[in-house]
């Protein structure tokens, strides 16, 4: 195993050792005023780094302020204390070289699948012959050849993730941000998805943030599992998941032994926080 | 159309699909058969009794018309024109003042729909004026035009515009803020500018609600023409109806509503049309799908 592993590493290795692909979150803090005037923390003092070209997952019960964390690493809100650093800089505005996909589907209905696809090129400038022909090369590689025409609601659910992460990554982006890409969608379909995600991921090998509800998913891709407490949302642990990659078929992952025990670890420290916030949750309610 | 023919022919095995494809066939037909007997005797009851109670004398046919009247004197109109010369040149003039007026205010609600749907700040400056503005009868605008710019075509594609505007704007301005927060993101991770955001994003997603309020914005437009026609004018069906009113003629007030209708009536399957050929990658409507 570890020497297939190597093997797997190499051919990326250069593109990995780029710094510009790190990202260092350091005392993040964001707060916001509700309309009735109060100041609601979301994130207190968040910290965590994610090496260039490491599959970051990020866990936590619901309302942590995971997606808050996302907006600001992709520079599409500021936080209120710490900061962003990309590649050593700091994020001021939309980030260069992020793309993000979100849990909703951002496609436009307007348009159709090669021209969602041709979206980031086009916004970069890139002439319009040579985004046509990688937009078809992008359909291709996620199995979406002869559908260029389609529009967006005539796909399934699947289909159109496919879609969306060949918008995503077409622009070959240093950090691929996704909030909970997958979670819509039924569970075969999703597992699917996550194996064509990490083939994909390791072509051309962005840093990536995945937030996510399903622990499973967590720790069957990524390198390093990030625990987010809530209210307000700060880091509680950090596991670093030292399954050997290729990691294979993300179904039959789960029953080797190391993932069980890390997935218990992680389990544990997770419970607590999902429990707190659901007893919040339910106590507010009723 | 053709989840329609999956859906039926999915449960019914092998040789028995063309006669199951072809009752569900038959099946629409008679609905749509039905519906249309349904209509032709509403039609008939409605003018069939209108020209009933005005044969025998219940309802004055010299206050309320009677059908056979309209009907003749339509003939006539067409035929020999009015006392100021040829219907058809009516015609064309309250269709020209309507067509310009409502190209003028759909223009104009959709830029300043969208510019003011784009900022906060224009859209917090000049909202409460709008307000007051969309407020105030405009109908009653005619009247300064008419003084403003006499009784030529000006004041009528004015008023009409005016008309026109208020709708599409309040359109067009909903639609901009209706738009997707996650498509919009999207963009802007993406690396779209403000400009490439308008294009692609804002007004693509704005002109589902700029085409739909189309539809009533020319009946308007058509009003507006007609009442600055009736206020003051020397050519336009306006002006056959304010003449038709001075001489106690209801039938010729009827036979130009009934032009009329069908101007707006033409326009608007145009603006089908259009909303059709724009509107392309929308799912059909539910309703579009005959479920068997």
């Known amino acids: ?286 | 159309m053709s989840t329609t023919s999956t859906v039926s022919a999915a449960p019914v095995k092998g040789g028995a699909q063309p006669s199951a494809a072809a009752a569900a066939k038959r099946k629409v037909r008679k609905q749509a058969a039905l519906q249309w007997a349904g209509r032709i005797i509403l039609a008939a009851i409605v003018i069939g009794g209108w020209q009933a109670f005005t044969t025998w004398g219940i309802v004055d046919k010299f206050f309320f018309g009677q059908p056979t009247g309209i009907a003749k004197r339509l003939v006539e109109l067409f035929q020999k024109g009015t006392e100021n010369g040829s219907y058809y040149a009516d015609i064309w003039t309250t269709v020209q003042e309507a067509l310009i007026g409502f190209v003028l205010g759909t223009v104009s609600g959709v830029v300043f729909g969208i510019a003011l749907g784009q900022s906060r700040y224009l859209s917090g400056v000049l909202g409460p004026y709008i307000k007051v503005v969309n407020a105030i009868p405009r109908i009653v605008l005619g009247s300064i035009f008419m003084i403003a710019f006499g009784i030529g075509t000006l004041p009528k594609v004015l008023l009409a515009a005016v008309l026109v505007f208020f709708i599409v704007f309040f359109n067009a301005f909903q639609g901009v803020r209706e738009v997707d927060p996650n498509i919009l993101a999207n963009a802007k991770v993406l690396g779209a500018s403000e400009l490439q955001i308008i294009r692609h994003v804002t007004v693509p997603s704005a002109l589902t609600w700029i085409i739909a309020s189309l539809h009533s914005a020319f009946g308007f437009a058509i009003v507006g023409a007609l009442v600055g026609e009736v206020l003051g004018a020397q050519k336009g069906l306006g002006l056959v109806i304010k003449t038709a009113q001075d001489n106690f003629d209801p039938n010729g007030v009827f036979a130009t509503m009934v032009v009329i209708a069908v101007i707006v009536l033409g326009a608007e399957w145009l603006i089908g049309k259009l909303e059709h050929r724009l509107l392309a990658w929308r799912p059909p409507a539910p309703s579009e799908v005959s479920s068997l």
Not at chain 1, 121 to 146: C, E, H, M, N, Y
Not at chain 1, 154 to 170: C, D, F, H, P, T
Request: hydrophobic share 40%.
């Open chain 1, 1 to 286: 195993m570890a020497s297939r592993n190597d093997a797997a590493v190499s051919p990326v290795a250069e593109k990995v050792g780029q710094d510009s692909a790190r990202v260092e979150i350091s005392g993040l803090t964001k707060r916001f005023l509700t309309p009735a005037g109060e100041v609601f923390t979301a994130l207190q003092d968040v910290s965590f780094t994610v090496e260039p070209g490491q599959f970051c997952a990020v866990v936590g019960p619901t309302g942590c302020g995971k997606s808050t964390t996302l907006s600001m690493v992709s520079g599409l809100d500021r936080p209120s204390e710490g900061s962003v650093k990309v590649g050593g800089r700091e994020v001021d505005g939309v980030t260069d070289g992020v793309s993000f996909m979100f849990q909703a589907d951002a496609l436009l209905p307007w348009k159709t699948v090669l021209g969602n696809v041709l979206m980031g090129p086009i916004f970069r400038g890139v002439p319009k012959q040579k985004a046509q022909a990688s937009a078809r090369d992008w359909l291709r590689r996620v199995g979406l050849t002869g559908f260029e025409d389609r529009y967006p609601h005539q796909l399934s659910g699947g289909m159109r993730k496919r879609v969306a992460m060949a918008a995503a990554l077409i622009n070959e982006p240093r950090i691929l941000i996704m909030d909970e890409p997958f979670g819509a969608l039924d569970v075969q379909t999703k597992a699917i998805m996550s194996n064509e995600l990490l083939g994909l991921w390791e072509q051309i090998r962005p840093s990536v943030i995945f937030i996510t509800h399903d622990l499973d998913e967590a720790v069957a891709l990524a390198d390093r599992v990030v625990v987010m407490t809530s209210g307000p949302g700060s880091v509680k642990a950090v596991f670093d998941i030292d399954l050997p990659r290729p990691r294979g078929s993300v179904q039959e992952i789960r029953f080797q032994p190391r993932f069980i025990e890390l997935q218990h670890q992680i389990w544990d420290s997770l419970r607590e926080e999902v429990e707190r916030a659901y007893a919040r949750t339910a106590g507010g309610t009723a």
